[in-house]
């Protein structure tokens, strides 16, 4: 399979995660769950995976889960999209999105704006599209991303990487979390810094 059709294989896949979003997320809303974002894998093993937040913002526990995981049970038998993604059966699981929180909606890249996420695309950048051609022109293959995210620009995600900015846009990003782990050493660094200060103060 050449990298054109991985592309537009991952495309689809993708575009048919996205409806199917859309599909649930209204199925759950009154319940007073947000689905945050899904992943659809087919073949041996097939599963389902969602992962949710409760709409007042307190922690989702295990009781959260299993009652959005039957509410949910016949409405997705119903579902002509399914049988297209699976065709056949498949394992249903629910679960809060843990430290490292997909990131799909676009109020979602405005709201974590200044944490550290890793973002996987369905191609290199072109250098036109990014606002840094640079940037792209020494890394030309580039498909996955790690850095600062900085909120949206025109319809693109804005990215601070190794102290520069890159602009991907929403249509080519086919995953996006939260980096727990450079949030973890960015705070172990802040705290570094705040105590040699506390030190220098105190002599």
Do not use: W
Not at 3 to 13: C, G, N, P, S
Not at 47 to 72: F, K, N, P, Q, W
Request: glycine share 8%.
């Amino acid at each position: 399979m050449t990298d054109q059709e991985k592309a537009e294989a991952l495309a689809e896949v993708y575009q048919r995660e996205k409806q199917l979003l859309e599909l649930i997320f209204p199925l759950i809303e009154p319940m007073g769950y947000r689905l945050i974002s899904l992943e659809a894998h087919a073949g041996q093993g097939s599963v389902l995976r969602l992962y949710i937040e409760r709409l007042d913002a307190t922690a989702v526990g295990i009781e959260d889960c299993v009652a959005v995981s039957r509410a949910l049970d016949e409405p997705l038998d119903l579902l002509p999209l399914m049988e297209t993604i699976f065709n056949g059966p498949y394992e249903l699981e629910v679960s809060s999105p843990g430290l490292d929180r997909p990131i799909r909606a676009e109020d979602d890249f405005e709201r974590f704006a200044g944490k550290p996420v890793r973002i996987g695309t369905l191609r290199p950048l072109l250098p036109d599209e990014s606002s840094n051609p640079q940037y792209v022109e020494r890394n030309p293959k580039q498909k996955n991303f790690i850095g600062r995210l900085g909120g949206l620009r025109e319809g693109r995600v804005v990215l601070e990487v190794d102290r520069e900015t890159i602009l991907i846009p929403m249509g080519l990003i086919t995953r996006a979390r939260l980096d727990s782990e450079a949030e973890a050493r960015q705070s172990d660094a802040n705290a570094r810094r705040s105590g040699g200060s506390n030190r220098r103060v105190r002599k």
